[in-house]
């Protein structure tokens, strides 16, 4: 694990986005992963000011999303295709039929998961995995407890969890709030061949952590992360304070990044 310790989140989003750019304009056809939530969008805000000055284009990428709630079609606001077509598909040149979220309201949601993984595998498997951390240190919906090893499937969604993103749904209510979704597997995510995961905020502090200083463990799914051999993680102060070694990873990440 490499980690990047930034002053702002606005730095490392910059930094995270100026990666991927890097890599699209070096193979045109990269298979991204895709996160939702607050986290990631600085960084697409970014991927898109680089569309727009032409440095980069995303007409032959493809994409594939970590999650979606259950009973949500893709047209609610608060569905991850929505969120994924207003804050990137529509500010970028990707064609929306190469861009894939599991479908919340499919009759048989195993099958749904299963075409998934397979669809990701026929397309050669995912080149850059987008990642946020919960503050419960969960990756995509994998909360405390999942194996990691597990596989695309239908999860359950902690208290904790459902407090978090309520603030998103109507009148910040815990009750608008699916407690089920689809969700990409550690196991699948673990199987990308770069990961580059965003932290920011305090009250991700206790969660960057678990993931890099605790041991690898199901009660910290991100920490499935430690058996990655490239995996980025880019945070901002207040998610680093932390961490014991923090001076000496972001040395050492930024003797790597040539900063
Ligand atoms: C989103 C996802 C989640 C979030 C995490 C952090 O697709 O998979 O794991 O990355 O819950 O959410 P934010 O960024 O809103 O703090």
Redesign the pocket.
């Known amino acids: 694990m490499e980690i990047v310790i930034c002053k702002t989140k606005e730095e490392a989003s910059k930094l995270a986005a100026d990666m991927i750019t890097a890599a699209v304009q070096k193979n045109p056809k990269t298979i991204l992963g895709l996160?939702?939530?607050?986290?990631p969008v600085p960084m697409y805000t970014e991927m898109a000011k680089a569309v727009k000055e032409k440095k980069v284009s995303y007409k032959f990428v493809k994409s594939w999303n970590?999650?979606e709630y259950v009973g949500l079609p893709g047209t609610h606001d608060q569905s991850?295709r929505y969120f994924m077509n207003k804050n990137l598909f529509e500010k970028i040149d990707i064609k929306i039929s190469n861009t894939h979220v599991l479908n919340g309201m499919a009759k048989d949601p195993e099958k749904e998961c299963a075409k998934y993984e397979e669809q990701i595998k026929k397309a050669g498997g995912i080149d850059i995995q987008v990642?946020?951390?919960?503050s419960d240190g969960?990756?995509?919906?994998n909360e405390p407890g999942t194996s990691l090893s597990s596989r695309t499937g239908v999860v359950y969604l902690t208290p904790s969890?459902i407090k978090d993103n309520a603030r998103l749904f109507f009148k910040g209510k815990e009750s608008e709030v699916p407690t089920r979704a689809l969700s990409m597997g550690v196991g699948t995510i673990c199987e990308a061949k770069k990961i580059i995961m965003l932290a920011f905020g305090k009250n991700k502090a206790d969660a960057v952590k678990g993931m890099v200083e605790g041991g690898m463990s199901q009660f910290c799914t991100a920490s499935a992360l430690q058996a990655h051999n490239d995996a980025w993680i880019f945070c901002d102060e207040e998610s680093a304070s932390k961490l014991k070694l923090r001076d000496y990873y972001a040395w050492r990440s930024a003797t790597k990044l040539g900063l």
């Open positions: 996160a939702t939530g607050s986290t970590l999650d991850y990642l946020g951390i919960g969960h990756i995509a919906f969890t």
